[in-house]
């Protein structure tokens, strides 16, 4: 029988965050992908939240944006409100959530990849992948090893390739349950990918179950929003992407709105527990902790009198309103009597059931950190199905291993990002060094050198790894360069210039509820006083200006023209640096201690039952895992102290016998 077969670089499976980040890396770096999607109309498609961003998850999209990717780009042109959160707390955990309008995102992100050079668009569902046996490394006799020869679809078509990246989100086996009502079908009624789980067990790739859920979408003509509290967007709107310019995202914002639960809400809930699939055992797959079911809070916190409700927008040009904090699996009945208890929600009508979907993924203890399958080569994974929650950390998953499938085709070094440098790093150390077994939640505390890995700065630690790999251009990497000049310019003159004890001096100090000098002080010192800041000590920093111009002018004869933009960038970090710089050398610190852990790299071959006096449970775990460095070993479950000790001991050893 005859049939398509054709030949290219990369293949992505699915067009979700992970999938579109994928395949543009791929592409950008001039390798024919072709990325494939059971829907072209679900292209990025935002079957949850109306949202980019969020505590940490605005650090993962300033960073992949840093790094060359298109999420913090497309938020930008689509939002419709725009917050900085946390603001009341330190720089560390500022963290930036836009309000996405939903088709526009999706339409948006479309005409990128569908106008992106060596990317081709396919509907179709991959069912298949393909693949021979190559022989094993040293040390693996025992173990099978597979490389990525290419992909057959449904309809028979075969796409051989080089490298695959897997990004199936929630699509794998997929099933949507609302009550005692379920259906095999991929999140918002899309078709599910019921094929793929077989060819993965076959490879070798053991599956397990997730579970997460959506809230209903209420008609905004029903509800009586005089009954919330309105939420407001940010009066002066930063941008995601360090590529934006500020002046052309000013513009009018949607509003949200709070209400709460009550008891009647919650008794509702629990008369009806019985019919709920979560609690009636109909459910098979763990759901995310950190991001409960309504049915969830009312148990697992049972003295709340009352939980949050957030009605957000859906987009300018629908009616549908998404019910943040009430995502739930409850029939179709109980879900409208509970809504319609909310204040603000008696009259309410859903255009959309809440329900809950279950699904295929991974552990992500498989993976390498590169994201690519430690016994398969060739094959990527990013996004949900490696045991992740939300669009962001599929998104950072999904440039990551599309960067990586494209380094190892052009036989150049990948890219693995450590914990002492970005929240990404973060993110994929922990789906592959934990035995996840729910779904992962980026947070800050999760980050434990969060001071150095700030939203503000993801271009100062990151953009430099983007430029090396080809996805920033060289006019972005000269903006860098002019920024990186100003901020050590001005730090410096700041920490030079003293102030005496002088009554113009004494008297500014008064004014502003600031204690006297008894000696001369800095300027980074006065920066310093919680009192004050870089615009407060304007008034007796004379030379400002006249310096300021000069670093200008050299930095624009070295590098390129600088903007407002810029400057206000440079002083965004000159305070930073200078107000917690204590704070910032010790955790400097304590990332150079790490990262000579991280540097003590594990041969891939090294037979751990050669390893004398580890413990039989630190073995077990190494042999399972296989860690690339002495630092990973030692985040595994299972693996003490005391076994790290033995391990570098026996390192040490082993490299001078070589």
Not at 107 to 112: C, E, G, H, L
Not at 268 to 286: F, K
Not at 352 to 357: H, S, V
Not at 631 to 651: E, H, T
Request: charged share 30%.
């Amino acid at each position: 029988m005859p049939e398509i077969r054709e030949k290219v670089d990369v293949c992505v499976i699915g067009a979700g965050h992970a999938g579109c980040e994928a395949a543009l890396a791929c592409a950008r770096l001039g390798l024919e992908t072709v990325i494939f999607t059971v829907s072209v109309d679900s292209i990025a498609l935002m079957p949850c939240n109306p949202n980019v961003g969020g505590s940490s998850k605005g650090h993962l999209v300033r960073e992949l944006d840093a790094l060359g990717g298109e999420m913090g780009k497309n938020i930008d042109k689509t939002f419709i409100q725009s917050k900085m959160l946390n603001i009341s707390k330190g720089p560390a955990v500022h963290s930036l959530r836009a309000q996405a309008d939903k088709a526009e995102y999706s339409r948006a992100m479309r005409k990128v990849l569908e106008n992106q050079e060596h990317l081709t668009v396919k509907q179709a569902e991959v069912c298949e992948l393909l693949s021979e046996e190559i022989a094993a490394g040293k040390g693996e006799e025992n173990i099978r090893r597979i490389r990525i020869t290419g992909v057959k679809t449904f309809t028979g078509a075969i796409y051989e390739c080089k490298a695959v990246v897997l990004c199936t989100g929630t699509y794998l086996n997929a099933r949507c349950l609302c009550g005692e009502a379920i259906t095999y079908t991929g999140p918002n009624g899309l078709q599910a990918a019921t094929h793929l789980s077989d060819s993965l067990e076959k490879l070798g790739i053991p599956l397990r179950r997730f579970k997460t859920g959506t809230p209903a979408r209420m008609d905004k003509r029903s509800i009586d929003f005089t009954k919330m509290e309105e939420q407001f967007g940010d009066e002066r709107i930063v941008p995601f992407s360090f590529s934006t310019n500020p002046e052309e995202i000013q513009k009018e914002q949607a509003s949200c709105w709070l209400t709460y639960t009550n008891e009647e809400t919650h008794n509702i809930i629990r008369a009806n527990l019985d019919r709920s699939p979560i609690y009636a055992g109909i459910i098979e797959g763990t759901g995310p902790r950190y991001c409960p079911s309504i049915e969830d809070k009312v148990v697992k916190f049972a003295e709340k009198e009352r939980h949050q409700v957030f009605i957000e927008p859906e987009g300018l040009h629908t009616n549908e309103m998404y019910v943040g904090g009430m995502s739930s699996s409850m029939p179709e009945d109980v879900q409208l009597a509970m809504y319609r208890t909310v204040p603000g929600l008696e009259h309410c009508k859903i255009v959309r059931n809440a329900y809950a979907i279950e699904y295929d993924c991974i552990n992500g203890k498989q993976l390498d950190p590169t994201l690519e399958f430690k016994h398969i080569k060739g094959l990527f994974s990013a996004g949900q199905l490696n045991g992740s929650s939300g669009y962001e950390e599929a998104a950072s998953q999904g440039l990551i291993a599309g960067i990586n499938a494209a380094m190892e085709i052009l036989e150049k070094d990948t890219l693995v990002l450590d914990r002492g440098e970005s929240y990404i790093g973060v993110l994929i150390d922990d789906l592959v060094t934990k035995d996840n077994r729910e779904p992962y939640r980026m947070m800050t505390s999760r980050a434990e050198y969060r001071l150095l890995l700030r939203q503000d700065n993801a271009d100062l630690r990151l953009r430099e790894k983007g430029y090396q790999i080809g996805l920033i251009s060289e006019k972005q990497m000269k903006e860098l360069q002019a920024k990186k000049f100003l901020i050590e310019k001005e730090m410096q003159r700041l920490k030079d210039t003293l102030l005496g004890a002088n009554k113009e001096v004494q008297d500014f100090l008064e004014s502003n509820g600031s204690s006297t000098l008894k000696t001369a002080a800095s300027l980074a010192e006065l920066i310093c006083r919680p009192e004050f800041d870089y615009e407060k000590i304007s008034g007796i920093d004379k030379n400002r200006s006249v310096s300021m111009e000069e670093f200008i002018q050299e930095a624009e004869e070295y590098f390129c023209p600088v903007s407002r933009k810029l400057l206000d960038e440079v002083k965004e970090q000159v305070e930073i640096e200078i107000k917690y710089e204590g704070y910032i050398l010790r955790q400097k610190r304590q990332v150079e201690q790490y990262q000579k852990m991280e540097e003590k790299k594990i041969p891939k071959d090294l037979d751990y039952d050669d390893v004398p006096s580890l413990r039989i449970e630190a073995r077990q775990k190494l042999k399972e895992f296989r860690p690339v460095s002495v630092g990973q070993a030692s985040r595994i479950s299972g693996v003490s102290p005391a076994d790290i000790s033995v391990l570098l001991i026996y390192l040490e050893h082993h490299s001078h016998s070589r």
